[in-house]
Structure formats: C-alpha cells, structure tokens
C-alpha cells in the first residue's frame, strides 16, 4: 500500500456513529487534510451526518441530487478551490472523482458495489 493511503476500519451504530466521525474529523492528520468527502448511503443518513457535525461546529457542507444544478457547480468550485473543505454526500456526487485536494474520503456505510 502506497505510505499516503490510511485506511482505518470502525463499527459503531447509533449516535456513537457520529461521535466518532466527529472525533476522526478532529483527528490531527484528517484536520491537516485539505479536502474531505464523508459520502452516505441514503439522504436521511445524509441529514443526520450533516446535522450532527453542524452542531459540532465543523464547518461541513452537504450534496445530493435534490440540490440544483447552479448550487452543485458552486459547491464543487468552492471545494476544489479550497473555500470549503468537508462535503457531506450521497453517491450523487460521483465516487471517482479526481480533485488535487481531496486527501480524505470516509464512508458511513458499505458502498452497495465497489
């Protein structure tokens, strides 16, 4: 494994879930990262996530196919430019995506296929 990949493993259920995301967030090496991507499977999971690390007050912002298509562009302009560092996602946003700064890509469940 290349020695810039860290993959860590946890099984948490319930609010512990997010305590722990809130947590590895705050981590000293996730907080240097330039760009974090937390994708979800579902948009209710998305809302919970989203809402958890708002009153944690990380500075985290949220996509999904419901948005609109001129605030998806200013969000992802925004994320590769730096202006915003944590997105909150369905599968919406694309799981190959190839941004300079993304340095941290958590997922909260399983993707269905890999």
């Given at each position: 494994m290349n020695?810039?990949?860290?993959?860590?493993?946890?099984r948490e259920?319930?609010?512990k879930k997010y305590d722990s995301i809130v947590n590895y967030l705050m981590a000293p090496q996730i907080r240097k990262?330039?760009?974090v991507l937390i994708y979800c499977r579902?948009?209710?999971?998305?809302n919970d996530v989203y809402n958890s690390?708002?009153?944690?007050?990380?500075?985290?912002?949220?996509?999904?196919?419901?948005?609109?298509?001129?605030d998806k562009?200013?969000?992802m302009n925004s994320f590769r430019?730096?202006?915003?560092?944590?997105?909150?996602?369905t599968n919406a946003l694309g799981m190959g995506l190839?941004?300079?700064?993304?340095?941290?890509?958590?997922?909260?469940?399983?993707?269905?296929?890999?």
């Open positions: 020695k810039n990949l860290f993959i860590t493993v946890s259920s319930g609010s990262c330039k760009g579902t948009r209710k999971l998305l690390l708002r009153h944690s007050y990380l500075d985290v912002h949220m996509f999904h196919a419901g948005i609109g298509q001129k562009v200013d969000l430019s730096g202006k915003i560092r944590i997105i909150a996602t190839d941004f300079e700064n993304l340095e941290c890509i958590i997922h909260l469940n399983m993707p269905k296929s890999i």
